[in-house]
């Protein structure tokens, strides 16, 4: 009873720590949002995003290790982990990180304008991230949860301190917000260097056995780590690609809007984690007779975030006057809340339950295909940056589409029905925001969401029954 009542507290003490860092995370890219790019003007704000960019891709070049370490160790007891062979997994990581920043030192002698600049920080970005995330993923996977909260708010807690210290000075120019960013990152691997010493400090084992380790976390992490990879690819391909058409400055104003829809899906899915901790807990075999109420209802509340477009329309006029020309792209971007927050927060989830990480990883790469194929044709055959961003939606749209009718195919339930007035809706909200007045276009778009709400009110009672059900199994 005592054991179980331990379980428990600790259980509740890390949900606790996640909240925390999640809000904490909310906070900071709420900053990075609303005042960062007020601060430093466009072209400025440009590069910044040209860094996070740049830096959002890091995780790459660890191959797979973390991941795999992460997959393989997870619910191991940190005190009964062979250190031996994690200092050795560190100490070659460290140093594949270090070869492959002096690379891209190298390649940012190629440029002489502040793309230079912007790799190098990138180059020392990689390896600070790098040994992070090792310790990162060995924490969580040792139910370590305390330290990993600490050491993430308190790069987090460093980097929001900077940047208050940028808003009072006043600074108008890029470049410290990036060695902010660096200095908070180091100050955090510092925290977690404190909490895991003993994973750096001491024997290692043989370069044999080390290699054999790093092949075996690399093959089992590779795949989740190209899934992961790919996902951002889909958008990140357009992006590229506005950036070499177009040039930094476009890039950068829809940055901003991209990063108003990240910061709904980061708001989304810091909800996700009080809303759904009952129902991952439902069984495979109820999986089916579930998963058409649980969906339908998420994407009654999915859908109602674009009631808050002309709302939002009218504070970012207001507030960024000089971003009016990309603002109008908020209408286009604004449904990936949609389609990828159903993704992350439901199909995704789904697929992992019944194993399917292999064909989720398979559609990912088909839909990063699908996204190069129709960017670079819109931008270099026909030069227009609307029919890029729409490539880039059409991408994400098609993924969901795809990965969600594989699934229900295998849970074997039906979904046309429900895709087919989504999906209108949706089409209804990006024309009608597109072409008519906001007055018109909210009104419009209210009728038809109300008519959806109605369609799946019976979904709420049993929703509300599957969850009173899990509870009570507990």
Not at 89 to 98: C, H, P, R
Not at 271 to 276: D, E, G, K, M, Q
Not at 331 to 336: D, G, K, V
Not at 383 to 397: A, E, H, P, R, Y
């Amino acid at each position: 009873m005592n054991e179980k009542i331990n379980f428990l507290k600790q259980g509740l003490r890390n949900i606790s720590y996640t909240f925390i860092a999640q809000g904490i995370n909310l906070v900071i890219s709420l900053v990075k949002v609303l005042f960062i790019p007020k601060l430093i003007g466009i072209n400025d704000f440009s590069h910044w995003q040209l860094y996070v960019f740049y830096s959002g891709y890091v995780g790459f070049f660890q191959f797979g290790l973390n991941d795999g370490i992460y997959l393989r160790y997870g619910g191991h007891n940190y005190r009964d982990l062979d250190k031996s062979v994690f200092r050795s997994q560190f100490w070659l990581l460290l140093f594949s990180q270090i070869i492959i920043a002096l690379c891209m030192l190298w390649y940012s002698g190629l440029f002489l304008n502040e793309r230079a600049y912007i790799i190098k920080v990138t180059s020392v970005c990689l390896v600070l991230s790098g040994i992070s995330t090792f310790f990162w993923f060995v924490f969580q996977c040792t139910n370590r949860i305390k330290e990993y909260a600490i050491a993430i708010t308190t790069e987090k807690m460093m980097f929001l301190f900077g940047v208050v210290i940028m808003l009072i000075s006043n600074e108008s120019h890029y470049q410290p917000f990036l060695l902010i960013d660096i200095l908070s990152k180091l100050i955090g691997l510092i925290v977690c260097i404190t909490f895991g010493k003993d994973l750096i400090i001491g024997k290692v084992t043989s370069l044999k056995i080390s290699l054999t380790e790093i092949y075996s976390n690399m093959s089992v992490g590779l795949k989740l780590m190209l899934a992961n990879i790919s996902s951002m690819l889909i958008l990140g391909i357009g992006r590229y690609v506005i950036d070499y058409v177009w040039g930094v400055t476009v890039f950068g104003e829809l940055a901003l809007m991209l990063s108003i829809v990240s910061m709904f899906l980061l708001f989304i899915n810091a909800t996700s984690i009080a809303l759904f901790p009952a129902l991952r807990r439902i069984s495979v075999e109820e999986l089916p007779k579930t998963y058409v109420s649980i969906r339908n209802i998420l994407m009654g509340l999915l859908l109602s975030i674009l009631i808050l477009y002309v709302p939002a329309k009218i504070l970012l006029n207001i507030w960024f006057p000089e971003y009016q020309d990309s603002i109008k792209y908020l209408s286009i971007l604004l449904p990936l809340c949609i389609f990828d927050g159903k993704m992350q927060m439901l199909v995704s989830t789904y697929l992992k339950v019944i194993r399917k990480e292999n064909s989720l990883l398979t559609i990912n790469i088909i839909c990063v295909l699908l996204s190069a194929l129709l960017c670079i044709s819109t931008a270099i055959i026909f030069k227009n940056l609307t029919g890029v961003i729409i490539s880039m939606v059409m991408s994400v749209f098609i993924r969901s589409i795809i990965a969600e009718v594989y699934l229900a195919l295998q849970l074997k339930v039906s979904l046309i029905r429900s895709v087919f007035y989504e999906t209108l809706l949706i089409l209804t909200f990006s024309i009608t925001s597109w072409y008519l007045i906001d007055t018109i276009n909210i009104i419009i778009y209210l009728i038809f969401y109300l008519i959806f709400l109605v369609s799946i009110r019976k979904e709420a009672s049993l929703l509300s029954g599957i969850i009173k059900n899990v509870k009570s199994a507990k």
